[in-house]
């Protein structure tokens, strides 16, 4: 399985990116999926996640109430829009998936569950 993240940019702060996860080789359908960031010079850290039913979703405290997971099955693809920009969200964004179906072993909120990375895509706010 390999995970082609897209959409990150350069963008003014208070503005709207919309990043994209698509998977070759298998659709999202039964396997959750997570979107995680790097800022330079920091730990990568989790930013959201969707269970592998689509029924729930996880979010950072940082990005509640401005980020929302989601995806389309027909589509193969977990997005993630973020709105209200801020020049912290500055970071290379990378989606993951689990190897397992229907997996509920690790946290969600762990890089560590997760079995299958894109190459990550660059989301650069300016102030």
């Known amino acids: 399985v390999q995970l082609q993240a897209s959409g990150g940019g350069l963008v003014q702060a208070g503005g709207s990116l919309r990043l994209s996860c698509v998977a070759s080789?298998?659709?999202?359908?039964?396997?959750?999926a997570g979107w995680f960031r790097q800022a330079p010079g920091k730990e990568r850290e989790f930013v959201s996640a969707i269970n592998w039913s689509g029924g729930s979703t996880y979010y950072a405290d940082s990005v509640k109430g401005r980020f929302t997971i989601s995806r389309d099955s027909a589509k193969g693809t977990v997005y993630l829009q973020m709105n209200s920009l801020k020049p912290e969200d500055t970071a290379v964004y990378y989606c993951?998936?689990?190897?397992?179906?229907?997996?509920?072993?690790?946290?969600?909120?762990?890089?560590?569950?997760?079995?299958?990375w894109g190459q990550g895509t660059l989301v650069t706010v300016s102030s």
């Open positions: 080789g298998r659709t999202f359908n039964n396997y959750a």
């Open positions: 993951a998936t689990d190897a397992a179906p229907r997996y509920y072993g690790g946290s969600l909120y762990s890089d560590k569950r997760y079995d299958y």
